[in-house]
């Protein structure tokens, strides 16, 4: 391949069975190109998907590991290329641990301490190094940008990190990490460029999707979040439990037999909205299912997420805004209906015809409610394009 003019910029973020990619023209601000993902890596009949402008691509790709799914992505995007390289590959490191906060080059030492999180983000952390692996062998002269999902809270007060355990356990890095990071980075700069007063006081941000979590923001800074030492603290999620009295771990261990390999099974996989409502972990299948569980599943995980709501608002001492992001928060009208019900006594107040037309601000109250839609891999795309401009 001939280089045709600057180098692209590539990103990726790696699932356990997925791979989800975007193309994007470097410059003063990125240009996305293209994007798509690559879905049931590791079963028999993946299937890539290709968006550039308003024609998308779907091409069944049969069995696929990271590496192969890679490889198609990238016989895809040959023509889209037109002959110019990858200079940059950026990727979504889900845990940075307490060495690694912003963005940097992947280097074989960095490289060997992210797998030493492995443990800490089972779910996403192998696959995010497999995808980075891939990307090395394919792309080697490229720069490869770790983008890590705990960096955006490393700044909290020390109360809302620490756990009540002796403090060795606190300096071995046993504390709250926080995730969802990359998606608070980019709405809290939506918000300061969109609503600069808004931004400047103080925020709940509820990132709603397959992994959900809430970030409590003071002036554009996090100072708390309902995740903690793994992904699975907090807010119920598509598979993943959220809060658990860990007397309940004991329990299984003690009075079930269970081992680590099948509780982590059953609290990362099986629980959840899967678990809750015995059918799935997809929002839309639960609302359109009619069956008392889902109705169940949907009622505790719009508790938990209110509960949490008052949670966030002591921490920041009031409430100014509240925003809504992700999968379920940026297109289930219903949620965010049922998550500000009842709460005017905190002033938050739902406009009903806003929020069924999806508005960018769905309140009427004297807390502001917006829908921000999330872009995370645009907050990559710059992290490359910075450290490509330092390279050059």
Known sequence: ???????????????????????????AEPRECAHGQVENIGGTAAELTLTEGTRKTRLGIGRAHHQSALQAILGQLAPLLKGRTI???????????TAHAAPEVLTPKVMAYLATLEPLAPLHQPHNLAAVRAAIAAFPGARQVGCFDTGFHRGHPWENDTFALPRRYYDKGVRRYGFHGLSYDYV????????????????????LG?????????NGNSIGSTMGFSALDGLPMGTRCGQLDPGVVLWLMQSEGMGAVEISNLLYRESGLKGLSGLSHDMRTLEAAGTPEAAQAIDYFVFRIRREIGAMTAILGGLDALVFCGGIGENSAMIRARLCEGMDWLGLTLDAAANEARAPEIGHGRVRVLVIPTDEERVIARAVNAALQVAG
């Open 188 to 207: 809290s700069h939506e918000l300061a460029r969109t609503r600069p007063e808004l931004a400047a006081g103080r925020v709940i941000i509820a990132h």
């Open 87 to 97: 200079a940059g590959v950026g990727h979504r490191i889900v845990h940075g641990g």
């Open 1 to 27: 391949m001939t280089d045709a003019g600057p180098g692209m910029i590539l990103t990726l973020n790696a699932g356990s069975s997925s791979l989800k990619f975007s193309v994007f023209e470097p410059g």
């Open 210 to 218: 397959n992994g959900a979590s809430m970030c409590a923001l003071r």
